[in-house]
């Protein structure tokens, strides 16, 4: 049961931070540049791509369609994120992190540690729930 309300939790909070990305794709280019790691091209791609790609691993983890693929591929952007995040602070930026779509704050660097560490937790949580569901016989009525 733990396993499924985590599931939908980060199955949505990726398919709303895609959503409100997708929306203002421009603004998240130049959130994306902020962060001074990537050229602008390159800024603009993650601007145009990396929300879809939050949009159908949230779906998929909600709908537990190519969950083996919606897990790695949360994982992986869950960990750039946090290389990011740590990188700004560690050279001291002052931006706004993007997340959610445009943001007025700064970035409160401990609290998005924090924060993306315990979701990498959880999706390990989930890839462990997965493997041993994938040893044990399936259960009928429960997804």
Not at 46 to 59: K, M
Not at 103 to 122: K, R, S, V, W
Request: glycine content about 6%; overall charge neutral; aromatic content about 10%.
């Amino acid at each position: 049961m733990a396993s499924i309300i985590l599931r939908w939790a980060i199955g949505l909070l990726f398919l709303c931070a895609g959503l409100l990305k997708a929306s203002d794709a421009q603004q998240f280019a130049m959130d994306v540049q902020n962060y001074e790691l990537t050229s602008w091209t390159f800024s603009i791609l993650i601007a145009v791509y990396l929300p879809w790609l939050e949009i159908v691993s949230g779906i998929a983890l909600i709908a537990r369609r190519l969950y083996s693929g919606a897990l790695a591929a949360s994982t992986v952007m869950t960990a750039a994120f946090l290389a990011a995040i740590l990188s700004a602070w560690w050279r001291d930026l002052d931006i706004a992190c993007g997340c959610f779509g445009p943001e007025i704050n700064h970035t409160n660097y401990p609290l998005h540690i924090i924060g993306n560490t315990l979701l990498l937790l959880a999706l390990a949580f989930l890839k462990i729930t997965e493997r041993r569901s994938n040893l044990q016989p399936a259960q009928p009525g429960i997804s």
